[in-house]
């Protein structure tokens, strides 16, 4: 199984999840956003992805600008 996570910020990754997930052999694939990393174009490959919190907000696209990017990736994901 392949999971995608992205992550927002450095201290808030799935934790706990994350250790279960790894005892059951899921394959994890972690997208820092917050440091520029891009989410991959096909998200096909993927079986399922978390979206992890952060200290911004939604609208808040003026000061982290990837959120556009990866709004615009979830809406293609449905």
Same mark, same amino acid.
Request: aromatic share 8%; net charge negative.
């Given at each position: /199984?392949?999971?995608? =996570?992205?992550?927002?910020?450095?201290?808030?990754?799935?934790?706990?999840?994350?250790? *279960?997930? &790894? #005892?059951?052999? =899921? @394959?994890?694939? !972690?997208?820092?956003?917050? =440091?520029? $990393?891009? &989410?991959? @174009? @096909?998200? @096909?490959?993927?079986? %399922? /992805? *978390?979206?992890? %919190?952060?200290? /911004?907000? !939604?609208?808040?696209?003026?000061?982290?600008?990837? *959120?556009? $990017?990866? #709004?615009?990736?979830?809406?293609?994901? *449905?």
């Amino acid at each position: /199984m392949e999971i995608l =996570v992205l992550q927002h910020i450095n201290i808030e990754d799935p934790g706990y999840i994350k250790d *279960l997930m &790894i #005892k059951d052999g =899921v @394959n994890i694939t !972690t997208i820092e956003l917050d =440091v520029g $990393e891009k &989410i991959p @174009n @096909n998200l @096909n490959f993927f079986d %399922g /992805m *978390l979206c992890m %919190g952060g200290p /911004m907000d !939604t609208w808040m696209e003026k000061d982290y600008p990837w *959120l556009i $990017e990866e #709004k615009k990736k979830l809406k293609s994901s *449905l």
